[in-house]
């Protein structure tokens, strides 16, 4: 039998969901601080077998991106939540405000100042939402000294953002679908093998945020494309594909694998009825630049979330060429600390 939300969160913290007051909490005057990285999915999620807990129907596996994701800072207030985006306060009707202070509402009775700071651009195909929650969750075990284990935090992250879970992780993460009605299997796990030399360039085709969100576009995809029915099956193809490209460090297998993956989550959403189509004109004519350096003999693949951004995947002995063709590249390495921000 499926849970609520906040039947979840209970079954998660058992006593720890005795709070403390908030006066009590506000006399500490204690600000947290968390960090998550955002993370880019290799094979991709889409689709959930619960929207409620944001369960998937498939599994998927993704790539840290280094130092780029979402910095907060958490503390308790008397009144009403406070929420900063970038050092902007939301209003109250604002989406962001909305979706964050209900994920809050599982941890109440306290109010928020919540502080975010995103190093990446927000609601752009950058997995921002990802990173958001899971160094919310992050701090809120901080705050309230739950002390839980990573795997739940995951659970708790994916009440906010299926994929937050990821970002709980660093380098190459898997995330179970799991099977449970309850979505208690449904976990991310971090892969032990580190891959330095693998590099991510960024290339952005627009900072907007998005005029359909993820969330509106998978549901919508999976209710009215007919080209949904095939994506699990193509998803378990191309997992095993890539789980063995990593093992291997076989880097033509894992681009040429996340770039059709990428391209068959696209074309179920064309599918769809009506379209929904991310890329720019711009989007295509990179695409087809990343196309004409592959053919040229570069080893240059891309994939592509639900924006109209790509995130380009090479090797650190390519990185120069790479850079020359694509000016205004940022290039991320997953297991260096030391990149400067986007």
Not at 74 to 81: E, G, N, P, S, W
Not at 204 to 211: E, I, Q, Y
Not at 214 to 224: N, P
Not at 264 to 283: E, F, G, K, N, Q
Request: proline share 5%.
């Amino acid at each position: 039998m499926s849970m609520t939300k906040q039947q979840i969160v209970q079954a998660l913290l058992g006593q720890r969901t005795k709070w403390p007051t908030t006066k009590q909490l506000a006399a500490k005057q204690q600000t947290i601080h968390s960090f998550a990285h955002a993370n880019i999915a290799l094979c991709k999620y889409w689709g959930k077998r619960d929207r409620q807990l944001n369960l998937p129907v498939t599994s998927s596996l993704s790539i840290c991106l280094g130092t780029l994701g979402s910095h907060v800072q958490l503390r308790v207030r008397a009144d009403a939540d406070r929420i900063q985006l970038n050092d902007q306060t939301l209003p109250p009707d604002h989406v962001a405000y909305e979706r964050i202070t209900t994920f809050l509402d599982l941890f109440r009775p306290p109010f928020f100042d919540l502080q975010i700071t995103n190093t990446i651009p927000t609601a752009a195909g950058f997995a921002s939402s990802a990173s958001l929650f899971a160094a919310l969750v992050k701090a809120l075990n901080t705050l309230f000294a739950w002390q839980l284990p990573v795997h739940k935090l995951c659970i708790l992250a994916r009440l906010g953002s299926g994929s937050a879970c990821r970002s709980l992780h660093k380098g190459f993460v898997l995330w179970h679908a799991g099977k449970r009605s309850d979505g208690m299997d449904s976990v991310a796990e971090g892969l032990s093998t580190t891959w330095p030399d693998l590099r991510l360039g960024l290339l952005v085709t627009s900072r907007k945020p998005k005029a359909i969100s993820s969330r509106e576009a998978m549901q919508h995809t999976v209710d009215t494309s007919p080209l949904y029915s095939c994506w699990p099956q193509v998803v378990q193809h191309d997992l095993a594909c890539l789980q063995q490209a990593i093992t291997q460090r076989d880097f033509h297998t894992l681009g040429q694998v996340s770039q059709a993956n990428a391209l068959a989550m696209h074309a179920t959403m064309l599918a769809a009825r009506p379209s929904v189509l991310y890329w720019l004109p711009d989007s295509v004519k990179q695409i087809h630049a990343v196309w004409q350096a592959h053919r040229q003999g570069l080893p240059l693949y891309f994939t592509m979330d639900a924006g109209a951004n790509l995130k380009l995947l090479f090797l650190q002995q390519d990185e120069q060429a790479v850079c020359k063709l694509f000016k205004e590249l940022h290039v991320v390495s997953p297991w260096d600390e030391n990149r400067e921000l986007f």
